[in-house]
């Protein structure tokens, strides 16, 4: 038997000619990529889910900030003028999460991307900061011991807290659609990493 004849009788000259297996290998990658991309879409529904909650906490919070008593207007205006700020930061959000969420799926980068994402860390510092000296200001007292025994004050005492936590859930839906963006990356780059492989088995 010469040297050709024994290659080709071999498992060594089977595998080489025989491609069935690069078939089933193939199938089984594409297979992983349309459950890899089912997963993006679940992660995408999270996205909308979390900034269609974002309504139901703004209404929270004003309930909780109309609680106080009217004769604290600047207290109030600050409160407001926060509320109108988180929208804006939340308007500036959707807009990069979606441009994210579109580079990721389609492998184009917007054009604006890099600025929105410079906007959106100065923005949310900026809201965190404001929320801290808001947050320090509901808490003090106006006029020492005076204003320690008036009404109002028993009134912000106990409201205090609960505007804390409707900020608190805001800026946390903030960090879970973070969190989803971030997997979403983390899927991409699968699919990216399935698609090499499936360029490689089809060369031969």
């Known amino acids: 038997m010469g040297i050709k004849d024994w290659f080709f009788k071999t498992k060594v000259g089977n595998r080489r000619y025989n491609t069935s297996w690069k078939k089933a ?3 089984a990658l594409l297979k992983e990529k349309e459950k890899e991309k089912a997963n993006i879409e679940i992660l995408k529904n999270k996205i909308h889910h979390c900034k269609g909650k974002f309504e139901e906490l703004e209404i929270d919070l004003m309930y909780w900030v109309n609680k106080l008593k009217k004769e604290d207007i600047k207290t109030i205006k600050e409160y407001e003028n926060y509320i109108i700020k988180v929208n804006t930061f939340l308007a500036v959000f959707n807009k990069l999460i979606d441009f994210e969420v579109e580079s990721h799926v389609t492998g184009d980068q917007n054009p604006k991307l890099n600025q929105l994402r410079e906007k ?3 923005m949310k510092a900026e809201l ?4 801290e000296r808001i947050d320090q200001r509901g808490s003090e007292s106006k006029e020492g011991a005076k204003w320690l025994e008036s009404f109002f004050d028993k009134r ?3 409201t205090q807290p609960l ?3 409707s900020v608190t859930n805001i800026l946390k839906k903030f960090e879970d659609i973070e969190g989803y963006e ?6 991409v780059q699968n699919i990216d990493k399935i698609n090499k492989k499936v360029k490689e088995l ?3």
């Open 25 to 27: 290998q193939i199938e």
């Open 120 to 122: 959106e860390v100065h």
């Open 128 to 131: 965190l900061t404001e929320w």
């Open 156 to 158: 912000i005492k106990t």
């Open 163 to 165: 505007i804390r936590k």
């Open 182 to 187: 971030k997997k979403i990356k983390v899927k």
């Open 202 to 204: 089809s060369r031969f």
